[in-house]
Structure formats: C-alpha cells, structure tokens
C-alpha cells in the first residue's frame, strides 16, 4: 500500500466519498490480499457491474484515484436498487478502478 502524501490528497477527486483513512485502507488491502487467495475476486467496472446485477457481490473497493472517476460512479446507485448491503471505500493507492469480493459457491 502506498503512503498517502498531500500532494496525492488533493490529487484526490472530490466526489470520491468517503475516503477511507490510512488505517481502514491497510485493513481494506489485506482483506483484498485474502480474497484473491481464495479466488473470490473480480477487479474491473464490468465486473462489478455484472456481479451487483446477479446478487453475489458482498464488498466492493473503488479507488480514489481512478482516471476519470465517473466510470465508477454508477455502482453506488446499483446498491441503491439491491437487497443486498455493500460497502464503498475509495482508497488511494495501487488498486484497479474496483475490486469486488464475491459470495463463495460452494
């Protein structure tokens, strides 16, 4: 994980909310560390799309520093319309646009 410095803090679009603080987005990255362990993780907006759309999808991580970011805007108004609870956190640092942990099948 990369250390938040204030020039990345104000490179930081302001409609990424909430920002998740540096403690939260250690914990954020080792859980996303063990999800791709297990094979339960989708990086990508499609895919994370298509996962809010069938109902597996249990957290979902959007980085804040995702270029433009209003490719992952539409995700929070998929939950809206979802039964299911989703967590957002954007985070600064080394993450794709989205990464979501999906339901085991098993």
Do not use: C, W
Not at 14 to 39: G, T
Not at 53 to 69: S, T, Y
């Amino acid at each position: 994980m990369t250390k938040m410095v204030p020039s990345e803090e104000a490179a930081v679009n302001p409609k990424a909310y909430p920002l998740a603080d540096s403690q939260l987005a250690q914990a954020i990255q080792e859980l996303v560390s063990q999800a791709a362990n297990y094979k339960q993780l989708k990086k990508g907006a499609n895919e994370a799309t298509k996962t809010l759309n069938r109902g597996i999808a249990e957290f979902v991580v959007m980085a804040a520093d995702a270029e433009p970011l209003e490719i992952l805007l539409h995700l929070p108004l998929l939950t809206e319309d979802k039964v299911h609870q989703i967590a957002f956190f954007l985070i600064v640092g080394s993450l794709v646009g989205v990464v979501v942990l999906v339901q085991s099948l098993n």
